[in-house]
């Protein structure tokens, strides 16, 4: 199975700070991979599909890059209702494998 | 409305059966992947199960492989986890996702079940 390692496993930040999670596979995974975002008692929701590809109706200050093993999610400027917990996850291959999460919280 | 519903939560003995429905609406259910994904209370995401548009392709985690199947209707438009031989560790959120293209990202949630195992 492909493991996927998210860091920091949380991180305290103000709103309109640049924020950065990052995500390593345990191999090769071309650009498989995807974000989610979830909120406490919701279901996950996509964020960037393809490594780099925004969904359609998300914000455009989410962005994300990467291919091969290393990835990157950035939040240019952190607004009020982005904390939450990010995923990524790839669907290289099965099982589509999460990473652990990063907490994005307050400062 | 395209959207993903789920039934209620419930609560089951260890070693108990209990299925799981998805009914799906909105959009064109037999053009899609549709996934399994659970989460324990307070962890992370954890993969369970896909089964293709038709049918013919069909994977398990390793963690329930055996006990747990996933099958379709289409002419019902429903998605369904029969869950065999129940374990406390099987507790958690159960959300049906639907699968996209190529990169198969899950761009429709359920808003999830719970089910507990629990004597």
């Known amino acids: 199975d492909i493991q996927m390692t998210q860091s920091p496993s949380s991180l305290s930040a103000s709103v309109g700070d640049r924020v950065t999670i990052t995500c390593r596979a345990s191999?090769?995974?071309?650009?498989?991979l995807n974000w989610y975002q979830q909120k406490p008692g919701k279901a996950p929701k996509l964020l960037i599909f393809?490594?780099?590809s925004l969904e359609s109706g998300v914000p455009s200050r989410f962005s994300g890059s990467g291919s091969g093993t290393d990835f990157t999610l950035t939040i240019s400027s952190l607004q009020p209702e982005d904390f939450a917990t990010y995923y990524c996850?790839?669907?290289?291959?099965?099982?589509?494998?999460f990473g652990q999460g990063t907490k994005v919280e307050i400062k | 409305e395209v959207q993903l519903v789920q039934s209620g939560g419930v609560v089951v003995q260890p070693g108990g059966s209990l299925r799981l429905s998805c009914a799906a609406s909105?959009?064109?259910?037999?053009?899609?992947?549709m996934h399994w994904v659970r989460q324990a209370p307070g962890k992370g995401l954890e993969w369970v199960s896909l089964?293709?548009?038709?049918?013919?392709?069909?994977h398990h985690a390793d963690s329930v492989k055996g006990r747990f199947t996933i099958s379709r209707d289409n002419s019902k438009n429903s998605l369904y986890l029969q869950m065999n031989s129940l374990r406390t560790e099987d507790t958690a959120f159960y959300y049906c996702?639907?699968?996209?293209?190529?990169?198969?990202?899950?761009?429709?949630w359920g808003r999830g079940t719970l089910v507990t195992v629990s004597s």
């Open positions: 393809a490594a780099s």
């Open positions: 191999q090769y995974i071309a650009s498989y």
């Open positions: 996850q790839q669907s290289y291959s099965t099982p589509q494998t």
């Open positions: 996702a639907k699968g996209r293209g190529a990169y198969d990202p899950f761009d429709l």
């Open positions: 089964i293709s548009w038709d049918g013919g392709r069909i």
């Open positions: 909105g959009f064109t259910f037999d053009d899609f992947t």
